[in-house]
């Protein structure tokens, strides 16, 4: 009797957790398209959201991965299902790494610039609402950074990363 005979009929301990419900490509065609909806839809709530979890963020990622997580794998939780979708996953954030290395668009389009929040002690409003930074979260950048006064700030920058980096203006000697 050929292997492939078994997987007609009622499957032996074991070989249920390899025999797929659906064929590989949806897979992978699943995982893209969840991929790229997340890469999109987290792009457009900003950067503190990559870069500054508080708890309500954190908990805000647990539920999404689970949320999707019946829309990628079908209702198929077996092994072969899982590894596919790793492997896609990984192959297409690989992609999204090499894409953004090679092509500064890309990465423009992808990550976004760098926002000065404040130049020269001033605080720029506009882009601390247009990113969602409170001011608390920006005065506790510069606190960390060593300075007490927004004024002693000569740039204070929120990084691709969501990392608010904070320059010290230079003190010239009495």
Known sequence: M??????????????????????????????????????VTLRLTGKRQVGQLAPFDLV??????????NSM??????????????????AVNGSMGWLTWRSKRAEIFLEGRPQILVHNGVMDEVILASERITQHELMASVRQAGITDLADVRV???????????????????
Do not use: C
């Open 2 to 39: 050929p292997f492939f005979a078994l997987l007609d009929g009622p499957l032996p301990v074991g070989i249920s957790m390899w025999k797929t419900t659906q064929p590989w490509w949806e897979f992978v065609l699943r995982g893209l398209l969840v991929y790229g909806f997340l890469l």
């Open 60 to 69: 805000l990622l647990l539920v999404l991965s689970n949320a999707v997580q």
């Open 73 to 90: 794998n079908a209702g198929d939780n077996t092994v072969a299902a899982g590894f596919i979708l790793v492997a896609t996953l990984l």
């Open 156 to 174: 204070a920058i929120l990084e691709n990363n969501g990392r608010i980096n904070v320059i010290a203006r230079e003190r010239v000697a009495p």
